[in-house]
């Protein structure tokens, strides 16, 4: 069959002098709300192509503005959340990084309050869809608030805040017809991904596995942006911030994030919580990638990228990872709306010893996240607000305004003043914040335009593929196809398909082949050629994957008549491990195990769950501890059946006794290295060490072998 190539003209945005046109065809003026004509939509003014951006950019705080205000109360993003109280403590001191107080004392426990959140869906949609999830920490130190606002990626889709409110009106529902909710598989996303190239890296990202986790026990965290330390003697330092679960990160298969929305809507809220509850306790541990400016110049080389570009990062194997501290979360909030709805986020609120840099996205946001408090907690005092307040001391001459919960004294509410006769609070400038006095880099000339540097939408896209495991690598090619086979213009999909062709030929084919499209992508020109960079073995979660059952669930299924022994072998050696386990009955009421003479004793023992509440995806491995006699009736249950099929499926290790073998044989189990027997002295231990691997992922193409 012959290839067919579609041109599309200047599809390619052109970066930098004369900004990014990607017009398709002429239309309506876009205006202001003032009906001022627009000519640039795609960049805020700064100071030079990499200089910070201006407060005078009326368009920009216009257009964010407006996004900020659109829903009320709800949050307009990061709608779904599950929070936690904890503690931050570093494990030495940052002295020579920064002057924070909080980053000195490795003996000092720091308060903290967490929330991690998905981004399209509201406030009532699931836990499980395929999106990016939020990680939010605020630290409640001794300087004052600092909120480190990131996500479970470490980059992100856009390269300027002025393109936030088109990314987030793209993927939320379609304004039309009110639907996908909490989706990204529609017209509108991939239409606006399509014809935004900065976007291609993090779509990479977002339909890999780190989309759909396991957990938010079990996510990575980024700060995004590079930030700045400054240290007692005034020296600066970039760095990036990187949260690290202790227990290793893990996602789903696409196949159970699906089937959990639907058997519990709220599975990582729940998780999360009964953690907590149980005293297993989630924790994290923080870690810096710091550079001074001549190693920044040697990475933006080697790279050809821009290292305040947030849409590109910086591989561990070129600047390691540090290890600055660790977070535990050991408290469920009291009320979830008093303290998970109204925690208010924003990434102005830094302490001495941490700056900004003018990475344009950033600079964008250091207005809006505090615009949007404003209107989504009802006025300016949203500060506070029990969980929002510092626990350090503050004074200052703001007064009055909706919701004021403070009595101020005396008749001065300005500064500087005399009538307080000294006693008011006034500026400090030994220990008060003050901006690290960076020159903007560029010619200093006022201009909406990227620089050069911003211009490689691609090398980074291929290089985090490129990097994945065969199962990743299947992974991501799957979720490209489901997405873009929900899209229903033809346009779309062919354009998307020749971003994709740029980034890998052989990803780009086997979409295609999926979607019946060969050869169909559009002809694209880059605005920068990729290369071809080292791959990254850490940016794969399977590569670095330690095994492991900490804070792992297993299910076991038994009836009337299993070995009661044999379950409680399984519980110890789980629990030593740091796992749980979970007894699964076909009733909520129990079971009876096996008495003298093989049969059904009258003594009922507790069951953690009923076999039609509890679906295998709940679980990260199971077991079957049933006799023959048993295994053949729970052969002719449906729900007992397709319990198994969906563990095998889901390429999870499977215990079994000897009599399970009806069971397993209905289900279309075949036996492999995860279908692990359960008798024998070594037989439990042997189940234990496989379940550590957590997936046996060469089941996969035997499974899919037909589809």
């Not at 904890?86 to 990084?97: D, E, R, V």
């Amino acid at each position: 069959m012959a290839t067919k190539k579609r041109t599309t003209p200047n599809a390619e945005p052109k970066v930098g002098k004369g900004g990014e046109p990607h017009q398709l065809d002429a239309g309506t003026t876009l205006t202001t709300n003032q009906g001022v004509a627009i000519s640039d939509d795609q960049n805020s003014l700064r100071i030079g192509d990499r200089g910070p951006t201006l407060l005078e950019d009326f368009i920009l705080r216009e257009k964010i503005t407006h996004f900020d205000h659109e829903r009320i109360p709800e949050r307009i993003v990061h709608a779904r959340g599950s929070a936690a109280h904890g503690y931050f403590q570093p494990t030495k001191s940052l002295a020579n990084l920064s002057k924070a107080d909080f980053l000195q004392n490795p003996r000092k426990r720091i308060p903290v309050f967490a929330r991690f959140s998905t981004v399209a869906g509201g406030a009532g949609s699931v836990d499980t869809p395929r999106d990016v999830r939020g990680f939010a920490v605020k630290f409640y130190t001794d300087e004052g608030n600092f909120d480190l606002v990131g996500v479970n990626m470490p980059v992100f889709f856009i390269q300027d805040t002025m393109k936030f409110p088109d990314l987030i009106h793209a993927v939320k529902m379609e304004p039309d017809r009110g639907f996908p909710q909490a989706a990204s598989a529609h017209d509108t996303f991939w239409d606006w991904a399509s014809l935004t190239p900065e976007s291609t890296h993090m779509l990479l990202w977002i339909m890999s596995d780190r989309a759909i986790p396991r957990s938010l026990r079990m996510i990575d965290g980024f700060g995004v942006h590079t930030f700045r330390l400054v240290n007692a003697e005034g020296k600066s330092t970039f760095v990036k911030f990187h949260w690290r679960p202790t227990i290793g990160a893990q996602s789903t298969t696409w196949d159970e994030a699906v089937k959990l929305a639907g058997a519990d809507p709220d599975f990582h809220r729940r998780d999360l919580y009964e953690a907590i509850e149980s005293g297993d306790f989630p924790e994290w541990t923080l870690c810096i990638q710091s550079f001074d400016d001549k190693r920044r110049i040697e990475l933006e080389k080697a790279l050809s990228m821009d290292v305040l570009d947030p849409t590109k990062l910086i591989p561990e194997e070129l600047v390691p990872l540090e290890t600055i501290g660790k977070m535990v979360l050991d408290r469920n909030p009291d009320n979830f709306f008093a303290e998970t709805e109204q925690v208010a986020f924003c990434p102005s609120h830094v302490v001495p010893g941490i700056d900004f840099t003018d990475d344009a996205l950033l600079q964008g946001r250091l207005f809006s996240y505090l615009d949007t408090q404003i209107s989504r907690l009802g006025g300016p005092n949203f500060h506070q607000l029990p969980i929002n307040a510092p626990k350090c001391p503050f004074h200052n001459m703001q007064r009055d305004g909706i919701h004021q919960m403070q009595v101020p004294k005396g008749r001065v509410s300005y500064e500087p003043a005399s009538l307080d006769d000294g006693e008011g609070p006034r500026e400090n400038p030994t220990r008060g914040f003050t901006t690290f006095p960076a020159r903007p880099l560029g010619d200093g000339t006022k201009v909406r335009q990227r620089a050069a540097t911003f211009a490689d939408h691609y090398s980074q896209a291929r290089l985090f593929y490129r990097s994945m495991t065969e199962p990743e690598q299947n992974h991501i090619v799957d979720a490209f196809s489901f997405e873009l086979g929900k899209v229903e213009t033809q346009k779309v999909r062919t354009r998307m398909l020749g971003r994709l062709q740029l980034v890998d030929k052989h990803l780009c084919s086997r979409v295609e082949a999926k979607l019946g499209m060969e050869g169909e992508h559009d002809t694209l020109t880059p605005a920068m050629a990729p290369v071809d960079l080292d791959e990254s073995p850490t940016l794969s979660l399977l590569k670095k994957a330690n095994p492991t059952l900490r804070g792992r669930k297993v299910g076991v299924l038994v009836a009337d008549g299993s070995d009661e022994k044999l379950v409680a072998q399984l519980r110890e050696r789980i629990e030593k491990e740091g796992g749980t386990l979970a007894v699964i009955a076909p009733k909520v009421g129990g079971w009876k195990p096996k008495g003298r003479g093989g049969k059904a004793g009258s003594k009922r023992q507790p069951a953690d769950m009923a076999l039609v509440s509890s679906p295998s995806i709940f679980f990260d491995a199971v077991a079957l501890v049933l006799d023959k006699e048993l295994a053949e009736i729970l052969a002719e249950d449906a729900g007992a059946v397709e319990w198994v099929r969906n563990a095998f499926a889901h390429c999870k290790v499977i215990g079994h006794t000897v009599g399970s073998a009806p069971l397993l044989a209905e289900a279309g189990v075949d036996p492999d290295e995860g279908i692990v027997s359960l008798e024998g002295a070594k037989g439990v231990g042997s189940f234990v060490n496989t379940a550590k691997k957590q997936r046996i992922w060469d089941r996969e193409p035997q499974l899919h072998a037909t589809t």
